[in-house]
């Protein structure tokens, strides 16, 4: 299979990449590797992506330089090179960001998706799984949160571009038959992950012997998924798209557009984390209790029952092996 990456020099798009390489696949990988976080660490993904897929891996991977929300462009940047399928991972991310820098996410994560999807409907791709967010939950107290749920009330300005993405996705499905599977990721972490996500930033600090601020005086529930049961669903998504038989499918549409919670289906609390940080550190944690954050959700918990039934999605790594892992590589990675 040829599979287009985009955000590759991301954490999960990096993930990915990894498996699919490690399966045979071919992948071209699409990042314009921004400075939003340290580009030293995308460059060393990528660098390994290069080495996985080089020649020992008979050239499979491909890099391409662009930016996906300057539509001309990025046809010019992939003309001449062939792919079955997509995975739309690039996005901005971060839900605080989003708050003092709200035209980063109308260029990326709304006319990036629009391109992409555009780039699927002309080149007449097999499939196309593209990342939603947890996020899109908003302020909804009912738990867990099922695909079913209405999400029509996003509190900060990333959640609602990732449900318009989720409209634009419907729309395509239902003028182009395009097959369209979104993904609602909950909270991931693991090695290779995002220095500006807690996970690292609190190993940071903790090793520092610096402040950790902990939003909601503490009282915050995270479903924490790791990498690996992320990458999972990711590939049981895109190995399977979503059939044009007029069926009711994950979300409610009748078109070739599915959608799922990709979680670890256990709301962890905040502290409970800390505790396991401190004991692979080896240091306790300067703690900095501080208020709620304008965007910020108390709890989040995947319901994950549509997933498990269309793909046999059963996530394995708990909190206590799965943040070990990272601190692992976390310590491997600063020659700790």
């Given at each position: 299979?040829?599979?287009?990456?985009?955000?590759?020099?991301g954490?999960i798009g990096?993930s990915?990449?990894v498996?699919?390489?490690?399966r045979?696949?071919s992948v071209?990988?699409?990042?314009?590797?921004n400075?939003y976080?340290?580009?030293?660490?995308?460059?060393?993904?990528?660098?390994?992506?290069?080495e996985?897929?080089?020649?020992?891996?008979?050239?499979r991977?491909?890099?391409?330089r662009?930016?996906?929300?300057?539509?001309?462009?990025?046809?010019e940047s992939?003309?001449?090179l062939?792919?079955?399928?997509?995975?739309?991972?690039?996005?901005?991310a971060?839900?605080?960001?989003?708050?003092t820098?709200p035209?980063?996410?109308?260029?990326?994560?709304?006319?990036?998706?629009?391109?992409?999807?555009?780039?699927g409907?002309?080149?007449?791709?097999e499939n196309?799984v593209?990342?939603?967010?947890s996020s899109?939950?908003?302020?909804?107290t009912?738990?867990?949160?099922?695909?079913e749920d209405?999400?029509?009330q996003p509190i900060?300005l990333?959640?609602?571009?990732?449900?318009?993405d989720?409209l634009?996705?419907?729309?395509?499905a239902?003028l182009y038959?395009?097959?369209l599977?979104?993904?609602?990721?909950?909270?991931?972490?693991g090695?290779?992950?995002?220095?500006?996500?807690?996970?690292w930033?609190?190993a940071?600090?903790?090793?520092?012997g610096?402040?950790i601020?902990v939003?909601?005086?503490g009282d915050?529930?995270r479903d924490?998924?790791?990498?690996d049961d992320?990458?999972?669903?990711?590939?049981a998504?895109?190995d399977?798209p979503?059939?044009d038989?007029?069926?009711?499918k994950?979300?409610g549409?009748?078109?070739?557009?599915r959608?799922y919670?990709?979680?670890?289906?256990s709301?962890?609390?905040?502290?409970r984390v800390?505790?396991?940080?401190?004991?692979?550190?080896?240091k306790?944690?300067?703690?900095?209790?501080?208020?709620?954050?304008?965007?910020d959700?108390?709890?989040s918990?995947?319901?994950?029952?549509a997933?498990?039934?269309?793909?046999?999605?059963?996530?394995?790594t708990?909190?206590?092996v799965?943040?070990p892992?990272?601190i692992?590589?976390?310590k491997?990675?600063?020659?700790?």
């Amino acid at each position: 299979m040829k599979v287009l990456v985009t955000g590759a020099a991301g954490f999960i798009g990096y993930s990915l990449a990894v498996k699919l390489l490690a399966r045979g696949d071919s992948v071209i990988g699409l990042d314009m590797v921004n400075d939003y976080y340290d580009v030293t660490l995308k460059e060393a993904r990528l660098a390994r992506l290069r080495e996985l897929g080089g020649a020992s891996g008979n050239g499979r991977f491909t890099f391409v330089r662009q930016d996906f929300s300057q539509y001309e462009p990025l046809v010019e940047s992939l003309n001449g090179l062939e792919f079955d399928r997509i995975v739309h991972l690039g996005a901005q991310a971060g839900v605080r960001y989003s708050i003092t820098n709200p035209h980063a996410y109308l260029h990326s994560n709304l006319a990036g998706h629009l391109n992409m999807l555009e780039i699927g409907r002309h080149r007449g791709v097999e499939n196309m799984v593209y990342a939603s967010s947890s996020s899109v939950y908003g302020g909804n107290t009912k738990l867990p949160f099922a695909v079913e749920d209405r999400v029509d009330q996003p509190i900060s300005l990333y959640a609602a571009t990732k449900k318009a993405d989720e409209l634009m996705s419907e729309t395509y499905a239902h003028l182009y038959r395009l097959p369209l599977t979104g993904l609602r990721f909950f909270t991931v972490y693991g090695p290779w992950g995002r220095p500006d996500m807690m996970m690292w930033i609190f190993a940071k600090n903790i090793a520092a012997g610096q402040p950790i601020p902990v939003f909601n005086n503490g009282d915050m529930y995270r479903d924490f998924t790791y990498i690996d049961d992320i990458i999972a669903g990711v590939i049981a998504s895109l190995d399977n798209p979503a059939p044009d038989d007029g069926e009711v499918k994950a979300g409610g549409s009748t078109k070739p557009h599915r959608l799922y919670n990709i979680g670890n289906h256990s709301s962890e609390h905040l502290m409970r984390v800390v505790e396991i940080l401190e004991e692979q550190i080896g240091k306790k944690a300067i703690i900095d209790f501080q208020p709620m954050q304008p965007g910020d959700v108390r709890q989040s918990f995947a319901d994950i029952d549509a997933i498990a039934r269309d793909h046999g999605y059963a996530p394995t790594t708990s909190i206590d092996v799965g943040v070990p892992k990272f601190i692992e590589w976390y310590k491997e990675y600063h020659g700790i």
